[in-house]
């Protein structure tokens, strides 16, 4: 087999290939290293490449296979880290200055159990400074490039996790998302992106700066391969109080479930959004693929007001708060956008706070009923196709001037809700640009947004092809 063929193999495939000793955990890992090195100065998805670490967790994963000994779910699969996620030994910078050096002494929970399960980290992802801005480019290490196109953005801030996946740089690679991190760069990229519910993969240790927003989870190039990640990644850990205790999911076994008697309701718009016209055809045409997969799709009525601007109140005190006894020193190295969002909201009163958390609560109170009736929203999971490198963001959208927010206006809000959403691949632009759709879940039903965005893969499939950056 190439090593293309074997880098850009399907993460279930993989297990089993190492499995039945068809390809050797040597083997795999070199043809991943190999290929980083090849295509990553190009694209630019690893910021920190750990390959005398991965060669010698690869060499030990290919002893136990001849010993014959009882191997985990991703025994001698290369995998990648999020920047933003402790790596015990591996350098983690959070895309920032003030930790350009830091090197963690223990492993974030994710880490632990995907080392637990067999897994090689091969290195860490690129991102924006602690994930501030849904893109990946920052100071110390620059831009992550869209595959597709080397001059737009791969979106972000998990742009290096969704990049090494498209680019077949790895299978797998661990995301973190706190207003659409992980969904947004895979539908600039072009692959698969789950957000678990709030608490079914455990946060921390960490840099705690997106304390009751952010989740950890897959980014992939299939369905099954996310499926088979959480398998491995969720579960209750006592270091995360809010972490939820898993009873009897399994996530592969649901994939084959049916999907005709879901109930689905569709918006293009969530009621206040501008959306680029493009985005809203190939959106449109995917949820008719929806109606003959269901019982039918219905347009959503009376959905909430945006909740945008106590969202970003609250994760600008947040960051404040975190980067507060640092800005003094570090400012002029921080990124400058940062620097302004922070001093912006940093003088924010307990009050105003507080009345920003509790009109986030209230989103939920106004997009329940949806879901008190449906099982699903799908929604356009951006509102514009991939833009320029060097921009934090679309500013306009056929002459309609766009909040902060709004090229992204449909995944923050689940981020407040804390419900599963995930991006797939739904088509192109008219210049070969990937687009994604949004499956958005009820509160904890995880199984149910991976059954439906599997059964929507089966029947529009999108693995398969793979940019050729450079």
């Not at 293309?4 to 390809?23: F, N, P, Q």
Request: charged share 20%.
């Amino acid at each position: 087999m190439k090593e293309s063929d074997i880098c850009c193999l399907s993460l279930i495939d993989t297990v089993e290939a190492i499995r039945t000793k068809k390809i050797s955990p040597v083997e795999i890992t070199d043809a991943v290293l190999r290929r980083i090195e090849e295509i990553n100065p190009v694209v630019n998805a690893y910021c920190a490449v750990a390959a005398e670490g991965a060669r010698t967790q690869a060499a030990k994963a290919e002893a136990s296979v001849m010993r014959g000994d009882h191997t985990g779910p991703l025994h001698g699969v290369p995998v990648s880290v999020k920047d933003l996620t402790f790596t015990k030994g591996i350098r983690t910078t959070g895309g920032s200055r003030i930790y350009e050096d830091f090197v963690p002494q223990e492993d974030a929970v994710v880490v632990e159990r995907l080392k637990r399960a067999g897994a090689t980290i091969v290195g860490k992802t690129n991102t924006s400074e602690f994930g501030w801005v849904a893109i990946a480019d920052n100071s110390l290490f620059g831009p992550t490039r869209n595959p597709w196109n080397l001059e737009l953005t791969s979106g972000g801030s998990s742009g290096g996790a969704a990049a090494s996946v498209a680019t077949c740089m790895g299978g797998l690679a661990i995301g973190g998302d706190g207003g659409g991190s992980i969904r947004i760069p895979a539908s600039f990229c072009g692959v698969f992106g789950f957000m678990p519910s709030y608490g079914r993969v455990p946060q921390g240790p960490g840099f705690g700066a997106w304390e009751t927003l952010s989740r950890t989870g897959p980014i992939t190039r299939t369905v099954a391969d996310a499926a088979l990640a959480m398998e491995v990644i969720a579960g209750r850990d006592d270091r995360d109080r809010l972490s939820l205790p898993e009873t009897d999911l399994s996530y592969l076994q649901s994939l084959d479930g049916d999907v005709r008697g879901l109930r689905i309701a569709w918006s293009k718009d969530l009621g206040y959004a501008t959306v680029d016209p493009q985005m809203v055809r190939v959106v449109e045409a995917a949820v008719g693929v929806f109606d003959s997969l269901s019982s039918g799709v219905d347009e959503a009525t009376c959905l909430p007001p945006n909740p945008e601007a106590a969202f970003s109140r609250v994760v600008a005190v947040n960051l404040a708060s975190f980067l507060e006894d640092r800005l003094d020193e570090w400012w002029d190295r921080i990124d400058p956008g940062l620097v302004r969002f922070v001093e912006a909201h940093k003088d924010v009163t307990a009050t105003e706070y507080l009345r920003s958390r509790s009109e986030m609560l209230g989103y939920w109170d106004g997009i329940r009923p949806l879901f008190e009736e449906y099982d699903l929203l799908l929604t356009p999971t951006v509102a514009v196709p991939p833009f320029e490198i060097g921009r934090y963001r679309v500013r306009e959208i056929a002459g309609q001037e766009l909040s902060p927010l709004g090229w992204m206006p449909f995944t923050y809000p689940v981020n407040i809700t804390g419900q599963p959403a995930a991006s797939v691949p739904c088509g192109w632009t008219d210049d070969g640009l990937p687009i994604g759709l949004q499956i958005v879940g009820r509160p904890l039903d995880d199984l149910t947004v991976l059954r439906t965005a599997f059964a929507f893969e089966q029947a529009s499939p999108w693995a398969g092809g793979y940019p050729a950056p450079g």
